[in-house]
């Protein structure tokens, strides 16, 4: 079965803080996606990637094809970054699988 | 703004009855997708279209369809609508069927 796992499902962290949110999937994909859900809903892709690493301003999206792995990094945290943090593969086909989620808040 | 739109932004109906959501793709992309995020389901593919055609289908239930018109725009059709139902409905889009996906605002959905 094709399955996405994220985690932790909860994190609070004070503002500053370098924040990592890890996905790991079940079988061999195409690309991996990373979406971010604002409070009010709202979905943002921030990153797609097949290998590799990607970097956007204080975000930084790893993937270890091998290990079937994939981590989103956030450095010098702030509390504008609190939201939901969604990972999605795409098994082969064009469909895209979600994990749960990771929601994050940082206190300032 | 990711370029794409959805209307209505909120909808509340009765159950039973019918609605249909609407989403307009940023300029250029041929591929639309529909998904649904219910509370206990977390996110869910529901169907694809690419330049007018279906091109995959994901859980989308038989009183749900779907279409897309000549002009690209989509519409996802929701009928006997129960209260699980209820839930964001979003549509995204993108160039083709393995690119970046755009997400639009969603639609609100509240089966009364």
């Known amino acids: 079965k094709n399955e996405v796992e994220q985690s932790p499902q909860n994190l609070t962290a004070q503002e500053g803080e370098f924040i990592t949110i890890n996905c790991s999937y079940s079988?061999?994909?195409?690309?991996l996606h990373w979406l971010q859900q604002h409070p009010g809903g709202g979905i943002v892709s921030l990153f797609m990637l097949s290998s590799g690493k990607k970097k956007h301003g204080r975000l930084i999206a790893t993937i270890n094809i091998q290990e079937k792995h994939s981590s989103l990094h956030i450095t010098a945290s702030h509390p504008r970054d609190s939201a939901v943090y969604i990972c999605a593969v795409r098994f082969g086909n064009e469909k895209l699988t979600f994990g749960t989620g990771t929601r994050l808040t940082i206190i300032p | 703004d990711s370029g794409v739109t959805q209307t209505p932004k909120h909808l509340i109906t009765a159950t039973g009855q019918r609605v249909t959501l609407r989403c307009s793709p940023r300029s250029g992309d041929l591929s639309v997708y529909w998904y649904q995020q219910s509370l206990d389901q977390g996110l869910q593919f529901l169907i694809q279209y690419y330049n007018g055609e279906e091109r995959a289908k994901g859980n989308i239930l038989e009183r749900f369809s779907a279409q897309q018109f000549p002009d690209l725009h989509s519409e996802l059709n929701l009928s006997s609508l129960e209260l699980g139902d209820s839930a964001l409905y979003f549509c995204?889009?993108?160039?083709?069927?393995?690119?970046?996906?755009?997400f639009g605002p969603g639609t609100r959905l509240t089966v009364t």
């Open positions: 079988v061999g994909i195409s690309a």
């Open positions: 995204a889009s993108s160039v083709g069927g393995m690119n970046e996906q755009y």
